[in-house]
Every structure is written in C-alpha cells, then in structure tokens.
C-alpha cells in the first residue's frame, strides 16, 4: 500500500518536473519509478533518505497530506537505508525494490558489506614480488656503493697525481730560474778558467824541453805533471798515448786524469779527439791481440770527464759543454749504431765497446727516450761488468731494473742477479741466498761435467771454489 502511494505522488511530480539534461528525457507511456541504491550527488536533486525510524524530508519535494499521513503511518521499514526515486525513459524496466526477487541484489555504498578474502596465490605472488623488489633495491645499492667508491678511489689518485705534477712543477720552475740566475755567474768563472788555462799554457810553453826529455816519469807528480802538459797544449793524440801504456797503474790515472783535464781550454772537445782512434770505430790498421782491448783507455777518460764539466755553481743539473762538442758528441753515438749492423748484431758486439758507449751517452748528457729498449739490451748482455748497474740507472733503466734481474736469473747469471738488486735497492725483491745457492747448485754440476775430461781437472777445482767464495760473500 505505501508502495503504491508513494509510486503515483511521485509519478505525478515527476511529470511537472522534467530531468537535468544529463539524464534521459521521460516518455509519459514507459515512465516508472525505480528504486534503487545508488549516491544522491549523481542524480536527482530531490530525493528521501527513509531511516528504519522515520523519513527525513530533505528537499522541497510537495508531497499532498496523505502521503505524509500515509508515511507517518509506515514509519518503521526493515532493512531499508536508503532510496533514492530515479525517473528512467523508455527503459522499459518496472519498479522494484532492493529486495525484489526478479532484480539482482544492488549493492548499497551505504552499508557496510564484508571484504572479499585475498587467495592464498595471491599473497604468495605479492611475497614474491616484494622479495624480488628487495633483492632488487639492494643489487642496486650495493652496485651504487660500489661504484662510489671506486669514484672515491680513483679522485684520491688523481689527487695524489696532481699534487706530485704540482710538486714537480714547482721543482722545475725553480730549477729553471736558478739555472737563469746562475748562467752569467757560471759563464764568467768558465771565461776566468779558460784565461786561467790559456796562461798556464803559455808558460809551459816558454819552459825549455830539457826538464823532461824522455817524458819518463816515475813517481805520481810526474804522471800528473806529464799528463797536465798534454792537456795544457791540447795534444789529445800524445795524450792517449800516453794514458793507454799505463794500465797497470789504473788507479793512479783514475785519481790524476780529472786533474790533468783541468788545464784544459776546452776538456769535452779533448777527450772526443783523445779517444777518437777507437771509438765509434777503430781506426788502427793492424791489431794485435794485446791491443784490441782499449775500451778501459776510453771508459777511464769519460769518466774522469764527468766532474770537470760539472756546473761549479749549480753542480752535476747542468754541464759546461758547448753546441757544437755536443752535437758532435751525438754524431759519434749515431755512428756506432750504425756499426751494429756490421758487426752482426747486439749478440756479436764486444762489451769493452759497448760499456764505451754507454759511458758516452751518459757523460755528455745525450741519452735519447726512444732508444731506451737497445740500451736495456746492452746492459743485459755485458752485465757482468761492474759499473753496469751504476750505468743502467744513469740511462733511465731504473723502472725496468725489475724486468732485468729476472732476465739475468732466467739466463743463469745469479751473481750478475746479485750485483744489480744490490745495487738499486731490490734486496727483498729478489733475496740473494737462493740466487747464490742456485748460481752454486749450477757451477757443481757444470764442475762435475768438466771432472769427466782429465784434462780439465785443474779448471773444475777453481770454477768450485771460485763459486764457494762468492757465496761465502754475499751470505
């Protein structure tokens, strides 16, 4: 009966009162009233909230006495919330309840409806994902911490590389303004030198010769007076002559030479014309097998020719040497790089020829970068000379001095081995006992080879002990 009441009071409204223009238009022969749950802010304007208590009236719906008496009446509907009256057009449907049997049950936002429980599957999928998100995030950060600290490490070396560069920098410009500052100092004392010798020359000159007519001398005055005269008047051929019949007194000549180049007016361009009849190549017509070997005349020179071209004020950063000796210097060294290929290769040259080399190149200060790999070769096959390792470093082998000394173990030099580390500092690099020990396993069997020849047994008794003193030495 409410029903019914309600349903034409309010078809007779809607008929005086037309939809918004967003809802269908109504057609008078279809038109009925629904009710359904849906929200009020989406439709019509006037509308009724129907409480289990009471109807509230919520808008300026005029409703005629008798439907409000008849609602008073029926104010308690069970299981009602909420209404909302909905004209449709040509739609067709009929006016049903949220309880009518024919329509499907319309959800009323209302109400408080029960949660759909989330499948087992579904809470396994989301646990998956999640783990896969954390291992995820920390791949990530762990390849981002990675990465920072790799950046970190590497701005610590650039760091530390360009604060080197600075210090080097800084050691350079000052080298190079104390050389600038120096260079009229330093040109003025060679000048005095030079009117120094000059006048001791002529003095010498004006001696009579019956002082010392045989040049014979005895004593060591006499050998550094005879070989300051020499130098005095440049005779760089007597010179050599006679600086190559003293041998046996080597160390004499090695204390007294230096002075002697002193008297010099120009000692580089002395010692170039002194060793000249040797070296880059020998000039001598025949040889004989006691003279071949002059290459100790010519490294004794060179040496000697070291403290006498050293800056007197700024010291060894700077040698007093002219252009033209030192380019002629450089003609030299290309000259005997040239004789390599005659003399069949770098395995065939003598080694009394390539430590002359090696002395020149250092001494006038004319060592060439591109050229460092012949010179490590060289020092490896004439290793066994002593000055060697001295001349490796002056040559700029310092870096590859490592590579060297494994070099010479593999080739079974132990001793030579020994001599290097020793020498640059690789001591615990390369420990001597089991260098010395193996050099001394190798010289016993290489003495038990020659024991089987009868004939050798003499040279097997002194490779032994040879072998024996030098591991009693260095242990």
Same mark, same amino acid.
């Given at each position: 009966?409410?029903?019914?009441?309600?349903?034409?009071?309010?078809?007779?409204?809607?008929?005086?009162?037309?939809?918004?223009?967003?809802?269908?238009?109504?057609?008078?022969?279809?038109?009925?009233? *629904?009710?359904?749950?849906? $929200?009020?802010?989406?439709?019509?304007?006037?509308?009724?909230?129907?409480? &289990?208590?009471?109807?509230?009236?919520?808008?300026?719906?005029?409703?005629?006495?008798?439907?409000?008496?008849?609602?008073?009446?029926? @104010?308690?509907?069970? &299981?009602?919330?909420?209404?909302?009256?909905?004209?449709?057009?040509?739609?067709?449907?009929?006016?049903?309840?949220?309880?009518?049997?024919?329509?499907?049950?319309?959800?009323? $936002?209302?109400?408080?409806?029960?949660?759909?429980?989330?499948?087992?599957?579904?809470?396994?999928?989301?646990?998956?994902?999640?783990?896969?998100?954390?291992? *995820?995030?920390?791949?990530?950060?762990?390849?981002?911490?990675?990465?920072?600290?790799?950046?970190?490490?590497?701005?610590?070396?650039?760091?530390?590389?360009?604060?080197?560069?600075?210090?080097? @920098?800084?050691?350079?410009?000052?080298?190079?303004?104390?050389?600038?500052?120096?260079?009229?100092?330093?040109?003025?004392?060679?000048?005095?030198?030079?009117?120094?010798?000059?006048?001791?020359?002529?003095?010498?000159?004006?001696?009579?010769?019956?002082? #010392?007519?045989?040049?014979?001398?005895?004593?060591?005055?006499?050998?550094? *007076?005879?070989?300051?005269?020499?130098?005095?008047?440049?005779?760089?051929?007597?010179?050599?002559?006679?600086?190559? @019949?003293?041998? =046996?007194?080597?160390?004499?000549? &090695?204390?007294?030479?230096? *002075?002697?180049?002193?008297?010099?007016?120009?000692?580089? =361009?002395?010692?170039?014309?002194?060793?000249?009849?040797?070296?880059?190549?020998?000039?001598?017509?025949?040889?004989?097998? =006691?003279? #071949?070997?002059?290459?100790?005349?010519?490294?004794?020179?060179?040496?000697?020719?070291?403290?006498?071209?050293?800056?007197?004020?700024?010291? =060894?950063?700077?040698?007093?040497?002219? %252009?033209?000796?030192?380019?002629?210097?450089?003609?030299?060294?290309?000259?005997?790089?040239?004789?390599?290929?005659? &003399?069949?290769?770098?395995?065939?040259?003598?080694?009394?020829?390539?430590?002359?080399?090696?002395?020149?190149?250092?001494?006038?200060?004319?060592?060439?970068?591109?050229?460092?790999?012949?010179?490590?070769?060289?020092?490896?096959?004439?290793?066994?000379?002593?000055?060697? %390792?001295?001349?490796?470093?002056?040559?700029?082998?310092?870096?590859?001095? %490592?590579?060297?000394?494994?070099?010479?173990?593999?080739?079974?030099?132990?001793?030579?081995?020994?001599?290097?580390?020793?020498?640059?500092?690789?001591?615990?690099?390369?420990?001597?006992?089991?260098?010395?020990?193996?050099?001394?396993?190798?010289?016993?069997?290489?003495?038990?080879?020659?024991?089987?020849?009868?004939? #050798?047994?003499?040279?097997?008794?002194?490779?032994?002990?040879?072998?024996?003193?030098?591991?009693?030495?260095?242990?």
């Amino acid at each position: 009966m409410l029903r019914n009441l309600c349903s034409g009071h309010v078809a007779s409204w809607v008929q005086l009162n037309p939809p918004p223009k967003h809802l269908p238009a109504y057609s008078s022969k279809s038109t009925r009233v *629904l009710s359904m749950s849906l $929200p009020r802010h989406q439709f019509l304007t006037r509308s009724f909230y129907l409480s &289990r208590h009471r109807l509230c009236h919520l808008s300026s719906l005029p409703l005629s006495l008798s439907l409000s008496r008849a609602l008073k009446q029926h @104010t308690k509907i069970s &299981r009602v919330s909420f209404f909302s009256f909905v004209v449709l057009s040509d739609t067709g449907l009929v006016n049903r309840s949220k309880s009518s049997p024919n329509m499907g049950s319309i959800p009323d $936002p209302g109400e408080l409806t029960e949660l759909t429980q989330p499948s087992f599957d579904e809470f396994q999928r989301q646990t998956s994902l999640m783990t896969s998100c954390t291992l *995820l995030w920390k791949e990530l950060s762990d390849h981002f911490t990675s990465l920072e600290q790799n950046i970190r490490r590497k701005s610590e070396v650039l760091r530390q590389k360009i604060q080197a560069l600075d210090h080097e @920098t800084k050691a350079s410009l000052d080298s190079f303004k104390k050389r600038e500052v120096t260079i009229d100092g330093s040109v003025e004392i060679a000048v005095d030198r030079v009117e120094e010798c000059k006048s001791e020359a002529l003095k010498y000159l004006e001696c009579p010769d019956g002082e #010392n007519p045989d040049g014979q001398v005895d004593d060591d005055d006499g050998m550094l *007076l005879s070989l300051k005269g020499f130098c005095l008047k440049m005779e760089a051929g007597e010179f050599w002559k006679f600086v190559i @019949t003293k041998k =046996k007194e080597l160390e004499a000549l &090695r204390s007294q030479i230096p *002075l002697a180049l002193t008297e010099c007016v120009d000692p580089p =361009k002395f010692v170039l014309e002194a060793i000249s009849e040797v070296f880059p190549v020998d000039k001598r017509g025949e040889r004989t097998e =006691k003279g #071949n070997d002059l290459g100790w005349a010519c490294v004794l020179i060179l040496e000697s020719l070291i403290p006498v071209m050293v800056d007197p004020v700024i010291g =060894k950063s700077r040698l007093l040497v002219t %252009p033209s000796v030192k380019e002629r210097a450089k003609e030299i060294a290309e000259t005997w790089k040239k004789s390599l290929e005659e &003399r069949g290769g770098i395995e065939n040259v003598k080694t009394p020829d390539v430590h002359t080399f090696l002395q020149h190149l250092v001494t006038f200060g004319i060592v060439k970068r591109e050229d460092v790999e012949l010179y490590r070769k060289l020092v490896v096959g004439s290793a066994w000379r002593k000055q060697m %390792p001295k001349l490796a470093l002056s040559l700029g082998l310092g870096q590859k001095m %490592p590579d060297m000394i494994a070099e010479l173990i593999g080739r079974g030099q132990q001793l030579d081995a020994v001599h290097f580390t020793y020498e640059v500092g690789l001591v615990d690099m390369f420990p001597p006992v089991p260098l010395l020990k193996a050099f001394l396993k190798d010289a016993r069997k290489s003495a038990a080879s020659i024991l089987e020849d009868p004939d #050798n047994t003499g040279r097997s008794a002194v490779l032994l002990i040879y072998s024996s003193k030098f591991l009693f030495t260095y242990c």
